[in-house]
């Protein structure tokens, strides 16, 4: 009877009929300026991050405990409400920031929020491989690229000291999966594989490499097996005399001249499970250690465990610039 009875006011109109109320601006214009000193935040592995425990953390991290109200908004985000510029300014420009081993992806508050909003977090990447003789600020930005838009590049190829790795801020959407390495051919036909190694970065799913939950909460686990016109492809950008230069000065003077400005490209779809990923986290494990690129000749020939014995006769006779 009494689901019966539900189901019936479920079904009634109950005011939605009824004459429009207007509330004025002067209602609600005092907590406006407060909101604009605010952060939404989002944990992207609700599974293993509370969101009570985000808001009670990050001020501690931040060292603002006293200074720093932080909310739950609804079931997926956060408020946290700062007292001052300096304070939101000092949170922001040191993400991305970790709770419980995952990220925790922040924006400023927006009073009307694009598309994107909260879609994407902004990581260090050190590209690794790069051949002496190719690298330049133009080669790491136009590489880096293919991982998303170039936000900061920390190298400066007449005054940098250390080139063992270059460091790339980039824009990544987080419901994407992450890449390690990427194949690049240069115009005198050298090739090399290019390794990328994602600072803080401390779990990813071993299945999918996302960053938005654990290997067994993997959506993609029980995926069909892919066709080979089913086969992800990957784009493969069409150098421009300048273009790289210019993403970075863009985005710079975007970020410099707007802090609450957001980059306008569009969420990327999940692309399809790949025919063939190592599911196990030693393979994970290995895969992630072997970013750290070294020069295959000082390798011992006893370098490598009896663990390896899985790859023999998988691997190439030779050896790439750059790869291992």
């Keep these: 009877m009494f689901d019966n009875l539900w189901d019936d006011l479920q079904d009634m109109v109950l005011g939605r009929d009824d004459p429009e109320l207007f509330v004025p601006y ?27 425990g985000v808001i009670q953390t990050l001020p501690m991290l931040w060292g603002m405990m006293s ?38 992806a922040l924006q ?30 133009l080669t790491v930005s136009f590489i880096a690229g293919t991982l998303g838009p170039v936000l ?40 090399a594989m290019i390794g990328f190694e994602y600072e803080k970065l401390r779990r990813i799913c071993t299945n999918c490499y996302r960053i938005t939950h654990q290997v067994n909460n993997c959506p993609f686990l029980n995926a069909h097996v892919i066709h080979d ?19 970075i000065t863009d985005q710079t003077h975007r970020n410099s001249s707007d802090s609450s400005d957001i980059s306008s ?37 006893n370098h490598f465990s009896s663990s390896s014995s899985d790859f023999k006769g998988k691997g190439k006779a030779k050896f790439e610039i750059g790869e291992c």
């Design 152 to 191: 900061e590049l920390d190298f400066n190829q007449d005054t940098s000291t250390y080139v063992a790795f270059i460091r790339v801020k980039i824009r990544l959407v987080f419901t994407d999966r992450l890449r390690f390495f990427r194949r690049v051919r240069f115009e005198s036909r050298e090739g």
């Design 108 to 137: 400023r508050w927006q009073d009307f929020p694009r598309p994107d909003f909260l879609t994407f977090i902004d990581l260090w990447v050190q590209v690794r491989g790069i051949p002496l003789p190719y690298l330049s600020e």
């Design 26 to 52: 002067e209602a609600y214009a005092s907590v406006v300026d407060s909101n604009r000193l605010s952060l939404i935040g989002r944990p992207l592995n609700p599974a293993d991050q509370s969101l009570r």
């Design 229 to 247: 016109d089913e086969a992800e492809v990957l784009d493969v950008p069409v150098w421009e005399e300048g273009a790289a230069s210019k993403t």
């Design 67 to 104: 200074r720093v109200h932080g909310r739950i908004l609804d079931d997926r985000s956060v408020q946290f409400r700062f007292q001052s510029e300096i304070d939101l300014a000092t949170a922001l420009r040191r993400t991305p920031w970790i709770f419980n081993d995952w990220f925790v």
């Design 265 to 301: 490209t569009s969420p990327i779809s999940q692309p399809p499970l790949p025919a063939s990923l190592p599911s196990h986290d030693s393979d994970f494990i290995a895969g992630f250690q072997a970013s750290r690129l070294v020069n295959p000749s000082t390798i011992p020939q």
